[in-house]
C-alpha cells in the first residue's frame, strides 16, 4: 500500500483516517460525539438523536475509506477530487451550521475544510507526475 508514499501524502492519509476512524466515536458514544461537534447539551442528552448522528458520521467514514481505498489503488487524483468536494462542501456546511452557537469552532472547521479543499483542487496528492 506504501510502495508509492510522498511525504505530500501525508495531509490526504490524515484527512482519510481522521474521516475513517473519526466518524466511528458516535457509535460508541453519541452524546459525546454531538457535544464535540457543538450541538447543545440539550440536544446531546436526548437519545432520539444518537440514530442520526449515528447514520450522518457512518456516512463521513464512508468518504475516508474511499479515499484509501484510491490511495491503495494509487489512485491520486481520485483522491484530490474526493478532498475538493468534501473539504469545501463539508467546512462551508458546517461552518454554517455551527456560526451562531460556536463562532470558534465554525470558523476553524470553515477554514480547515478549505484548506483540504485547496489540496485536491491543486493536486497536491497527485503531483505532476
Known amino acids: 500500500m506504501f510502495e508509492h508514499f510522498k ?6 492519509l490524515f484527512v482519510a483516517c481522521a474521516t475513517s476512524f473519526g466518524g466511528l466515536w458516535p457509535l460508541f458514544d453519541p452524546k459525546a460525539a ?6 447543545p447539551s440539550f440536544i446531546a442528552e436526548s437519545p432520539p438523536v444518537y440514530p442520526v448522528m449515528v447514520t450522518q458520521s457512518i456516512r463521513t467514514s ?3 475509506l474511499i479515499m484509501l481505498t484510491f490511495y491503495y489503488q494509487k489512485k491520486l487524483a481520485e483522491v484530490d477530487t474526493v478532498m475538493a468536494i468534501m473539504g469545501v462542501y463539508v467546512g462551508v456546511m458546517d461552518g454554517y451550521v455551527l456560526r451562531n452557537d460556536m463562532p470558534g469552532k465554525a470558523l476553524f472547521r470553515f477554514l480547515s475544510g478549505l484548506a483540504i479543499g485547496a489540496w485536491g483542487l491543486a493536486g497536491l496528492t497527485k503531483g505532476r507526475r
Do not use: A
Open 7 to 12: 511525504l505530500r501524502h501525508i495531509p490526504p
Open 34 to 39: 454531538l457535544l464535540e461537534f457543538g450541538f
Open 62 to 64: 464512508t468518504l475516508g
